[in-house]
């Protein structure tokens, strides 16, 4: 049993009580924003892993195809041929939040040339690599989109995750073993309380019932030799007890 | 807006066949340079980063990957292929949620 360290008062109890009822109310909004954040998620999962596999190989074609080419016709041809295509596909990138986190959505438009170059002094394994990569280019604002939603949704959801935990585990039952702490310590101290108050009656109380008791028939000082009415009236006893009713 | 490629030569040729510009980077300073010029000009909507040069700079891309929406800045493959230690997508989810899926 962990508690925090704060001593056992009744403004403490209050204020932790109120923390208390904080804590759980943001472990139930956190909970659910958990949840959200799963089936988003899993929504994605299934896209985001077809996608990453075909796009890795699509790529491997080709980088395989573009190596080709540059073996056949030199590098600096191809950066020539490349000089002549003068469109690609248009991207506007949008965010929307889903709980908090930015969720790009990406549009494209347009695409670029068939074959823009010289057909006269190009090689076919040039068509090849340009073919490739135009299937890669047409993949890819589907791909950054999907990848940078599950990085995003995934790093968060660890984060909602450790704080949830956090709360559940450890700081929702420490509130509640310091709770349940003072307030037994309160009652302790009430039954104390009680107990000191009936045994002071009782002490109080005796002269009236039993002979007075020696404590009260024995001056303080006798500072006056035995002359001091003030003394003579306490060691009198009786009427002081009806102090405390 | 435009997209654009940082990192290795092939990729960077690659993509310029289909009328995609890039920068050509190999240290991490020449990354850093051109991250910087991308990510301050207006027309740049993705910027795609190979991953043999994102290595040399992980901390601030993974920032940009999970900051930057304007521009979407992504890791893609070079031509060596896939880095077997980066964690495929499905990873990333499996150790999000705790089960596989």
Same mark, same amino acid.
């Given at each position: 049993m962990t508690r925090i360290n704060v001593p056992p008062t009744r403004s403490n109890l209050l204020r932790i009580k109120q923390e208390l009822e904080f804590a759980r109310e943001g472990y139930e909004i956190l909970d659910k924003k958990r949840e959200v954040l799963s089936t988003e998620l899993i929504r994605l999962a299934h896209d985001a892993e077809t996608l990453q596999k075909q796009m890795w190989e699509l790529l491997n074609t080709a980088y395989r195809a573009l190596e080709k080419t540059e073996l056949t016709m030199g590098q600096e041809r191809v950066e020539w041929a490349a000089l002549a295509v003068n469109k690609t596909v248009e991207v506007q990138v949008r965010a929307h939040g889903v709980m908090g986190v930015p969720i790009p959505t990406v549009e494209a438009r347009g695409e670029p040339p068939e074959m823009p170059y010289s057909l006269g002094d190009t090689r076919a394994t040039l068509d090849e690599a340009s073919a490739a990569f135009r299937e890669v280019l047409n993949r890819?604002?589907?791909?950054?989109?999907?990848?940078?939603?599950?990085?995003?949704?995934?790093?968060?959801?660890?984060?909602?995750?450790?704080?949830?935990?956090?709360l559940q585990y450890i700081f929702i039952p420490d509130y509640e073993d310091t709770v349940a702490f003072i307030e037994k310590a309160l009652e302790e101290r009430e039954r104390e309380e009680t107990f000191r108050l009936k045994r002071l009656k009782t002490k109080t109380a005796r002269p009236t019932i039993g002979p007075p008791t020696r404590e009260y028939e024995q001056p303080y000082r006798d500072i006056a030799g035995g002359k001091s009415p003030i003394y003579r009236d306490i060691s009198g006893g009786g009427p002081r007890s009806g102090e405390f009713g | 807006?435009?997209?654009?490629?940082?990192?290795?030569?092939e990729t960077v040729l690659g993509f310029s066949l289909v009328g995609v510009h890039g920068q050509v980077a190999?240290? *991490? +300073?020449? =990354?850093?340079?051109a991250l910087d010029?991308?990510?301050? *000009? +207006?027309? =740049?909507?993705i910027v795609l980063v190979t991953e043999d040069v994102a290595d040399l700079i992980q901390p601030r891309m993974d920032q940009l990957k999970l900051r930057s929406t304007v521009p979407l800045v992504v890791e893609i493959p070079g031509p060596e292929g896939p880095r077997p230690d980066r964690?495929?997508?499905?990873?990333?989810?499996?150790?999000?949620?705790?089960?596989r899926i």
């Open positions: 890819i604002p589907e791909l950054s989109e999907l990848m940078t939603s599950v990085w995003r949704l995934a790093r968060e959801l660890r984060k909602t995750q450790r704080r949830v935990n956090a | 807006m435009k997209m654009l490629v940082i990192g290795h030569p190999r240290t *991490a +300073e020449e =990354v850093n340079q010029e991308a990510l301050s *000009a +207006e027309d =740049v909507g964690p495929s997508l499905s990873e990333v989810i499996r150790r999000a949620i705790g089960v």
